[in-house]
């Protein structure tokens, strides 16, 4: 998952428009070399001309050679483009890998439920879980437009009946509630799926 899908990330940064891909990279800098068929010869045959003229780089992909005939300078360009696109990846990876979308994730959907499942967690990582809890909700939910917990006991436990409106008041409530809840709750071998359907039982909610 993304802060944005990987298209509209790439159109933000302007990565699309670039070409930086290997082929269109190659199509700006030389051309292709190329075999065509020749009737009277009745087989293939490569144009020789630009044999010793122009570096050849071949793709190991699929065999393609192509005849470099840039100046330095747009190598160079290229290089510098290259570079620039290696470290906005770099920054993006180390952000979906920090705080809370290290271990959440992304959550891209507006309407979301978060099913709370601590099962026979110890007090410390009770607390654990509700750090990071509380985490995802001060960071990415106060991002979306509705959202609600549930969690799973024998009795379900809901924070609102139905999903509710992000503002920095509903999360922070919501935060408020997460460390109210006490550690051990009677939980049946059927809770966790009550609670899983009790969450798609609503129909705003898209995850």
């Given at each position: 998952q993304s802060?944005?899908?990987?298209?509209?990330?790439?159109q933000h940064y302007g990565?699309?428009?670039?070409?930086?891909?290997l082929s269109q990279i190659l199509s700006q800098i030389g051309?292709?070399?190329?075999?065509?068929?020749?009737t009277t010869?009745?087989?293939?045959?490569?144009?020789?001309?630009?044999?010793?003229?122009?570096?050849?780089?071949?793709?190991?992909?699929?065999?393609?050679?192509y005849n470099l005939t840039a100046k330095k300078e747009l190598i160079l360009h290229f290089v510098d483009c290259l570079i620039g696109a290696i470290e906005l990846y770099k920054q993006r990876m180390e952000w979906l890998t920090s705080e809370s979308r290290q271990i959440f994730g992304v959550i891209q959907e507006q309407?979301?439920?978060?099913v709370l499942d601590f099962g026979t967690a110890a007090p410390?990582?009770?607390?654990?879980?509700?750090?990071?809890?509380?985490?995802?909700?001060?960071?990415?939910?106060?991002?979306?437009?509705?959202?609600?917990?549930i969690r799973v006991a024998q009795d379900l436990m809901k924070w609102r009946q139905k999903c509710t409106p992000v503002s920095e008041h509903t999360v922070k409530s919501?935060?408020?509630w997460l460390w109210k809840l006490d550690h051990m709750t009677a939980v049946s071998h059927t809770s966790s799926a009550e609670a899983l359907l009790e969450a798609m039982?609503?129909?705003?909610?898209?995850?």
């Open positions: 802060l944005v899908s990987s298209s509209k990330w790439l990565l699309k428009s670039n070409k930086l891909s051309f292709q070399h190329r075999k065509d068929y020749v010869l009745g087989k293939p045959v490569t144009s020789r001309y630009a044999d010793g003229l122009f570096p050849q780089y071949k793709r190991a992909q699929d065999g393609t050679v309407c979301v439920v978060i410390t990582e009770f607390d654990l879980c509700r750090d990071a809890l509380s985490m995802v909700l001060v960071e990415q939910v106060i991002q979306i437009s509705r959202f609600n917990l919501a935060v408020t039982g609503d129909e705003a909610v898209s995850s």
